[in-house]
Each structure stands twice: as C-alpha cells, then as structure tokens.
C-alpha cells in the first residue's frame, strides 16, 4: 500500500501559533495531590506506578525472559576494521513453552583496550550486514524495512545491494577509536515491521498463534524490540571484553522510542540515548505538533497497545506525557537528541520534555540549569551534564556530529581513552 493510496485526514500542525493551550502533569504528582519530595520517594513509591501507567496504556505488556537461552558465536575476526576491532557474529537463542527463536548479533570491540569496553547498543532495521562496510557479515535472514519507498509497509528482502548502505549512521569506526565497543541486532528477526509479524514474532514463545492472530492486542511491536535490546544485554554480560554495566542503549526514530521504553524497563541500561523520537518518544504529546497520536496510529497502531488507542485526539486525557517516561531513566545518564529541520518530530516538545523531567533528576541532586522552557538552545552545541541534549541543523538522521555528542557524553561517565 502506497501512501498516497491512503490518505491521512487528521490534524498535521507545523506552526508553533497553533499549538494548544495545555496543562502539562508533573511525574513528582501523585493522584491524591501530593508531591514527591526525595529520591527514596520516587524510588519506592512512584516510579513502578509510572511505569505501570505506560505498560498499561501505551506500550503495553513487556514479557519476561525467556526460560532457556544460549548464545552461539557463528564468527570471529581478530583485525576487523583495518585491526582496530575484534569482530564477533552472535546467535541469541530464546526457548519458552517448547518454541524456539533466534536473532543474531553483530559485536564489535576495541582490540587496544587493557579492560572491559563499554558498549553502545541499538536495534537497525535494515540488517546487519546493512550497517556496517565490512562484507563477511551474514545477511539478516528476514524482510527488512525499506525506508527509501514511499509505501506503508514497505519491507525488502535483505540481499547484496544492501550491505554497508547504513555504514555512516552507525559510526563504527568512531565509536571504537573513542574505546567504546559497539553492538546492533536487526528488529526484522525480533518484530518485523508489519502489522502481520505477530504470529511470527517473539510473542510466539509466550502466546498460543490463535491469540496473536486476533486483533487489539494488549502488546506491540515497540515492546518485542525492547525485550530483544534487553537479550541482546543478557548476551552481552556474558562476553570477554565488554564491560555490560556500562552499556548504553541507543536508537533513532522509532528506535529512540524503543530504546527509552527499553531503558525504562530494564534498569540495567546505565545510559539512554534517544535521537529524533518524536511522538512516542521524547516529544510531547499534548503539543499536537507534527506527529501526533492520531497520526502515529493511522499508520502503525500495532507499535503500541490497543489501548493507546483510547487517546487519539484526546491527549489532555492521558494521565501522563513523555516528560513521564523521560523521568524513568532518572538518575541514569540521559541524552535527547533534535533536528532542526525535523519538524515531523517536535523538536521544540522533546526539549519541553526534557526539561520537565529534570526535576526527576534535580532530587537525586542534579542541577541541570542549562533547561530553560521558555526558550530552545542554539543549534550544534551540546548542553546538559546528567541529561544531554542538543538541537543539530539538518533532517531526521544519525550524523558524525550527533555521534561526537553521544561519545563526549559518555567520557564524562566512562573516562574511556
């Protein structure tokens, strides 16, 4: 189905003078009025309820762990990247009920490193083979999106033309001259990204077919991608080189809301980073600017729970926006990344977000004065110590300059040489 073939009549606003009054809720607010006060309090007391109000209402049911896994490493080569790296390919395998699935893992490592590396891990979605220069890897063994179409559910099948075309957006060869290892798995063979996947997803190993099949599901695609990111952890703390505990968890577009739902959910992630995540993600909700609620599930309703469904158009009735989910991460290193020139995303309502969420941080003694409301930093220049953020001139991507960002932020956790 081509877009153009179905047309989206829903409001689509760009202009800043039409966005509507609102009332933006606090995460410190609990529902019999009360504010929350010190670290212990949200810790104990508030967090698991924010977090139940999204599992419940917009991304839905994460499963468990599985009951067995292994990790089968297919390759290794010693002097990757012209001896920069060691290079592994890894085979995540996932056992549950008597299913079995599988989904494989592409490792890189510093090769002049005298202890653990810390990693940065993010889903792609076109292969792995996709993302980086190097021709031996194996190519992702299911369809893959095809993000250079215009239809609506557009996948391709992973082959030859597409090895290397994501090489740039990954920055490989930056992350691992800077000391940091770096890791990536396909979202294909976790969810494929079609309204289609779930009898053939990683729900197969929780829930009988008959129940995939149906339709308004408690459960969606964002989630299998973020149980996948969290596998793909399990694996990691079991490999020679990595430092797991210092593993931060990345992603871009609809991978940026993934990698904050998924760091949201598993505490282990000791830093996210969102890029460009738009509705979903960083941005408000309740700004009805560019993406909107309604507009996200006019075309990708099965990313979320059906009952997300109940706020299409009525985004003053959530009982939370992202300023919400952002606080999840509190007091783990945060980075939200913007583009200027990305108004699909709302720059202007991820920054809002951000800074609404710094008071999560302010009570575990962050200052983060650098995040003002009324205004939104100058372009290209990286702000914030506990939180990051930046604003970048250009269009929705993953560029060097949003790379130099993320690595000079996690120096000043990690002190990596």
Known sequence: ???SDRPYHGVYNTKEDHVPPFDLPS???IPDGKTIQT????????????LRLFLEEMYGWMPPRPERMHFERLSENPAAFDGLAVRREIRIHCENNGKHKAFDLL???PKNRKTPAPVFLGLNGRGNHAATPEKEIRITREPVVNWSTHE??????????????QSDFWGFREILERGYAAATLCISEIFYDSPEAFPSSIYRLFLPEDELRKPGHDFGAIGAWAWGLSRALDCLEHETGIDAKKAAVHGHSRLGKTALWAGACDPRFAMVISNESGCGGAALSRRIFGET????????????SAAFKRYRNRENTLPFDQNFL?????PRPLYVASAAGDLHSDPKGEYLSIASAAEVYRLFGAECREFHPDSLPPRDISIGREIGYHIRSGEHDVTPEDWKFYLDF???YWNVK
């Open 1 to 3: 189905m081509k877009i």
């Open 410 to 412: 996690a120096d000043r």
């Open 326 to 330: 952002l606080a999840l991460i509190a």
């Open 27 to 29: 995460p410190l607010r």
């Open 293 to 304: 609620i309604d507009f996200l599930l006019f075309w990708r309703d099965y990313w979320f």
């Open 107 to 109: 490792l890189y490592l």
């Open 152 to 165: 609506v559910f557009a996948t391709e099948p992973p082959d030859e033309s597409t090895r290397g075309v």
């Open 39 to 50: 670290p212990f309090e949200w810790m104990n007391f508030r967090r698991d309820a924010v």
